[in-house]
Every structure is written in structure tokens, then in C-alpha cells.
């Protein structure tokens, strides 16, 4: 049972365009939202979260919305640079804990 | 201040054998999960080891083993290698309970033939 979705396995944007990236969660439970992104032969960098309570994180060109009803959160990269081409993942967690429950990621890729 | 190590880069087992896997945490963490990517997939959480004692499992059966040393190194051991065993095997560290914000290292590809 996938309990965090992302349904668009690929993406791709043009430079300085906005990439926005979407994720889905079943459980209601989940307190912490965080996306990660991972470049080939690295692990997962942590990039941007977002709590339950919150609706909205910013953190310079990345943007976390989140919306508890439509249990859905996206990313939204602006502008998109070349550097941001990876995958990324959105993970999800129960309060107290540190176990992360992934997404099957997305790969953006960001075009000239 | 070095980040998440792990070793080997790269390990090729046959069916049946057992392998041990190597994480360094980064400096100042107590805390290490380990996490299974297999292709195509997100990573799976296995098990979480803080100050040197198991806490949390996922969903894998037994013959996945941990140990957290002093030092807060770890170690993933499984037996008897299955095929679909074969993964991306992602360490990852923290400063502690409850603090989400967890680094990760680049992970040691498991291939058994």
C-alpha cells in the first residue's frame, strides 16, 4: 500500500520557466512533509519540508504548499535552472518519529 | 565537519551468501536509519538505530540485521541474499528523536546474482 504517491514520473521544464511537482499522501496522520532531491551516485539532499499546521514553506526559489484536505502538497521551483534537473522525492512522517515514508520520485528535468 | 559515509560503493553477492554494509554518520549524529531503494522506487525504511539500541523496523523480515556502535557507526547485515534483495542500500543520519531533517550518504548498490 503506497501510502505517499507521485503520480508524474517525469517532468520537464524550460530554464527560468516553474517547475511545479506534485505528491499525494493517504494517511491523514502524517505530520511532516519534506522533499529531497537526488542527483546519480549521490544520496537524497534534503531540500525544503513543511509541517502539518503550515500551509505554505518558502525557502528562496522553492516553494512547499500544502493541502491537508486534498491530501496533496507540491513544489513549485522558481525560476528553474539546469542544476535543478534530478529526481526528486517527497516523503512524509508521523509525529515523533523520524522513519520517512517516500514517494517513488519524479524526474525534473530542466531544459535551456 | 564530513558528511555521511558509506562502504562498499559497489558489492556483487550470489543467492544465499551474507553481506555487511557500512555507514559513518555525520559528526555530532546519533542516529542512523537505513533505507532500501530498489529500481524505480522510493526508499523503503528498514530500521533505525539510536544510541545503539534498535528503534523502529519496517517491513522486512529478520534475516535484516543492524548494529549501532559507540562511535555511532553502523552496520547492515542480511542473510541468505535473495535476487529481489538487490538495491540501492541508503544510510542516513541524525542529531537525534524526533528531528525529521535526516542526511543522507550516497548509498552502496547491491547486486545478487
Known amino acids: 500500500d503506497q501510502q505517499v504517491k507521485q503520480n508524474s514520473p517525469s517532468l520537464s521544464v524550460q530554464e527560468g520557466r516553474i517547475s511545479i511537482l506534485n505528491c499525494d499522501y493517504t494517511n491523514s496522520m502524517f505530520d511532516y512533509f519534506l522533499w529531497y532531491k537526488k542527483y546519480p551516485a549521490e544520496g537524497p539532499t534534503f531540500l525544503i519540508s513543511i509541517s502539518s499546521i503550515k500551509d505554505k514553506n518558502e525557502d528562496g526559489r522553492f516553494t512547499v504548499f500544502l493541502n491537508k484536505s486534498a491530501k496533496h502538497l507540491s513544489l513549485h521551483i522558481v525560476p528553474s535552472q539546469p542544476g535543478d534537473s534530478a529526481v526528486y522525492f517527497c516523503?512524509?512522517?508521523?509525529?515523533?518519529?523520524?522513519?520517512?515514508?517516500f514517494g517513488t520520485g519524479t524526474r525534473l528535468q530542466v531544459f535551456p | 565537519e564530513t558528511g555521511v559515509t558509506q562502504s562498499p560503493t559497489h558489492l556483487i553477492k550470489t543467492r544465499g551468501q551474507q553481506v555487511t554494509l557500512r555507514c559513518s554518520s555525520q559528526s555530532g549524529h546519533n542516529t542512523v536509519s537505513w533505507y532500501q531503494q530498489a529500481l524505480g522506487q522510493g526508499p523503503q525504511f528498514i530500521f533505525q538505530?539510536?544510541?545503539?539500541?534498535?528503534?523502529g523496523r519496517g517491513n522486512f523480515p529478520p534475516r535484516f540485521s543492524g548494529l549501532q556502535f559507540p562511535n555511532y557507526s553502523s552496520e547492515l547485515n542480511v542473510n541468505a541474499l535473495e535476487l529481489d534483495d538487490s538495491a540501492l542500500y541508503l544510510c542516513?543520519?541524525?542529531?537525534?528523536?524526533?528531528?525529521?531533517?535526516?542526511?543522507f550518504g550516497p548509498g552502496t548498490r547491491l547486486t545478487v546474482l
Open positions: 516523503a512524509a512522517s508521523f509525529e515523533g518519529s523520524d522513519k520517512l515514508i
Open positions: 538505530y539510536y544510541r545503539e539500541e534498535e528503534n
Open positions: 542516513a543520519s541524525s542529531s537525534g528523536l524526533f528531528y525529521n531533517e535526516q542526511f
